[in-house]
Nanobody, 126 residues
């Protein structure tokens, strides 16, 4: 089986930065997408960013584009989310997820992702 573990969350003031990490262990798929999602209390889970392990193609949610950067180190089986210019509305539990169920581009919907980490909390104060 595959396990994912997030780290790097914490509390920061608006305008600050954080870097999240997601380390994979266990079974390794040859081709997959890694993604970050977030969920704030009372809100639906929101796609934040995703990256394909083969071509490194990335995509971002509209609310984070230009401020967040997703990257990967395939040798370490780790995906990162660099979050800059953080805003109070970025406050949420952040989850990483992996799927091998895709054809050309990484899917946006969480329904396609079958492996999830436990999440790491990010709190941005104004």
């Amino acid at each position: 089986d595959l396990q994912l573990e997030e780290s790097g969350g914490g509390s920061v003031q608006a305008g600050g930065s954080l870097r999240l990490s997601c380390a994979a262990s266990g079974y390794s798929y040859a081709s997959y997408c890694m993604a970050w999602f977030r969920q704030a209390p009372g809100k639906e889970r929101e796609p934040v960013a995703r990256i394909g392990n083969r071509d490194g193609a990335t995509d971002y949610g509209d609310s984070v584009r230009g401020r967040f950067t997703i990257s990967q180190d395939n040798a370490k089986r780790t995906v990162y989310l660099q979050m800059n210019k953080l805003k109070p509305e970025d406050t949420a539990m952040y989850f990483c997820a992996q799927t091998s169920h895709f054809t050309s581009s990484c899917p946006r919907s969480s329904l396609y992702f079958d492996f999830w980490g436990q999440g790491t909390q990010v709190t941005v104060s104004s």
